[in-house]
């Protein structure tokens, strides 16, 4: 029998559990809200901490809303859908900066106000469901069991009509990805609106009379293709030929993609640049930057460094080691996925 304990909620943690103290550990609940008091079943324990599922709110916060999805709870998707958009821009702001303040060991974090997204559900462009013995939809939560899945609420209607398609085939037994938009398959961003909102936001951070941007981690040109009017040249940097093939297809005579290794290929680019008239674009996988990146940047310090990250922790690390030669002008959070645990960041360095 699994030991029930009550206690408040004080926080939500990113990941999207909260976080209690009880027993003389910290308590992680899934589904709760800070401010909140309820008693949940500890169903695992170490040292220090422990992890529990909710049983009951007994004092619950003015926040907390009926979720829209008659999935949520049980589907792997989403983790935010009883409470209320206003405190989830809320929550995922506190998270970028404490984790900033945590990991990057910084003592002033230059936040600007969250971006949030102009629809809370249907905004997901793509998604991917599996299919298993008939089972069309998504894994569950915390495990590798599919949960049947007729309607996905944050995906757009183009997508959900897609997801019916396929269901009505009956598919064979794998993995499919649904897209509201066609074109090449490599990586594009998920939410139309947010991404917008993010390409005009970098553009605002980038100083104008640059002679060079270079794009590190360009993908099929997302961002290159939007500030190249800015400069007089650009390089996109990427490690997949299939996205820098698709960009080359339409790439203007001051763009130029380059397929390789991004730690090689920016340093030998900075390494035959003016800094003073260079601006460099960093938008890495959710591992962030590697060593050998990191200290190209120490080493080669262009006039304006602006990084976008999808993993706070991630970017804390990073921000710890460029802050030697950086400094840290601004934050600005971007919820890209409502709904869900995960948020965008971006960040406008200068070299000291």
Same mark, same amino acid.
């Given at each position: 029998?699994?030991?029930?304990?009550?206690?408040?909620?004080?926080?939500?943690?990113?990941?999207?559990?909260?976080?209690?103290?009880?027993?003389?550990?910290?308590?992680?609940?899934?589904? $709760?809200?800070?401010?909140?008091?309820?008693?949940?079943?500890?169903?695992?324990?170490?040292?220090?901490?422990?992890?529990?599922?909710?049983?009951?709110?007994?004092?619950?916060?003015?926040?907390?809303?009926?979720?829209?999805?008659?999935?949520?709870?049980?589907?792997?998707?989403?983790?935010?859908?009883?409470?209320?958009?206003?405190?989830?821009?809320?929550?995922?702001?506190?998270?970028?900066?404490?984790?900033?303040?945590?990991?990057?060991?910084?003592?002033?974090?230059?936040?600007?106000?969250?971006?949030?997204?102009?629809?809370?559900?249907?905004?997901?462009?793509?998604?991917?469901?599996?299919?298993?013995?008939?089972?069309?939809?998504?894994?569950?939560?915390?495990?590798?069991?599919?949960?049947?899945?007729?309607?996905?609420?944050?995906?757009?209607?183009?997508?959900?009509?897609?997801?019916?398609?396929?269901?009505?085939?009956?598919?064979?037994?794998?993995?499919?990805?649904?897209?509201?938009?066609?074109?090449?398959?490599?990586?594009?961003? $998920?939410?139309?609106?947010?991404?917008?909102?993010?390409?005009?936001?970098?553009?605002?951070?980038?100083?104008?009379?640059?002679?060079?941007?270079?794009?590190?981690?360009?993908?099929?040109?997302?961002?290159?293709?939007?500030?190249?009017?800015?400069?007089?040249?650009?390089?996109?940097?990427?490690?997949?030929?299939?996205?820098?093939?698709?960009?080359?297809?339409?790439?203007?005579?001051?763009?130029?993609?380059?397929?390789?290794?991004?730690?090689?290929?920016?340093?030998?680019?900075?390494?035959?640049?003016?800094?003073?008239? $260079?601006?460099?674009?960093?938008?890495?996988?959710?591992?962030?930057?590697?060593?050998?990146?990191?200290?190209?940047?120490?080493?080669?310090?262009?006039?304006?460094?602006?990084?976008?990250?999808?993993?706070?922790?991630?970017?804390?690390?990073?921000?710890?080691?460029?802050?030697?030669?950086?400094?840290?002008?601004?934050?600005?959070?971007?919820?890209?996925?409502?709904? $869900?645990?995960?948020?965008?960041?971006?960040?406008?360095?200068?070299?000291?």
């Amino acid at each position: 029998m699994h030991k029930l304990v009550e206690l408040p909620i004080h926080d939500v943690a990113f990941g999207g559990k909260g976080v209690g103290r009880g027993g003389g550990k910290v308590v992680f609940v899934p589904f $709760t809200i800070d401010g909140e008091r309820v008693s949940a079943r500890i169903i695992r324990e170490k040292k220090q901490l422990a992890e529990a599922e909710l049983h009951e709110v007994i004092d619950a916060s003015e926040h907390r809303t009926t979720p829209e999805c008659p999935y949520f709870g049980r589907c792997g998707g989403c983790t935010y859908q009883h409470i209320s958009y206003e405190h989830q821009l809320t929550i995922k702001a506190n998270q970028v900066e404490q984790t900033l303040r945590r990991i990057a060991r910084l003592d002033h974090v230059p936040m600007r106000a969250i971006v949030p997204s102009p629809a809370a559900y249907g905004y997901r462009n793509r998604v991917t469901v599996h299919a298993e013995q008939g089972i069309v939809g998504y894994y569950r939560r915390e495990s590798h069991r599919l949960i049947d899945v007729q309607h996905c609420p944050i995906a757009t209607p183009e997508v959900n009509a897609a997801l019916d398609e396929l269901r009505a085939r009956n598919p064979r037994d794998g993995h499919y990805s649904l897209r509201a938009h066609g074109g090449p398959r490599v990586f594009a961003q $998920t939410n139309d609106a947010v991404a917008d909102a993010m390409a005009a936001l970098v553009e605002t951070l980038l100083p104008d009379g640059s002679e060079l941007l270079i794009d590190a981690y360009c993908g099929a040109g997302f961002f290159t293709k939007r500030l190249a009017p800015k400069f007089r040249r650009v390089v996109g940097i990427e490690w997949d030929r299939h996205a820098v093939a698709a960009a080359q297809e339409t790439a203007a005579p001051n763009e130029t993609y380059v397929a390789g290794d991004v730690n090689e290929e920016l340093q030998s680019q900075l390494s035959d640049c003016v800094p003073a008239t $260079t601006c460099v674009l960093l938008d890495p996988p959710a591992e962030g930057l590697g060593v050998n990146t990191r200290r190209t940047l120490l080493n080669w310090r262009p006039h304006t460094l602006v990084y976008v990250s999808c993993n706070p922790a991630a970017l804390a690390r990073d921000l710890g080691e460029l802050a030697a030669r950086y400094k840290i002008d601004s934050v600005t959070p971007l919820d890209m996925f409502p709904q $869900t645990a995960e948020i965008e960041a971006v960040v406008a360095l200068s070299p000291i």
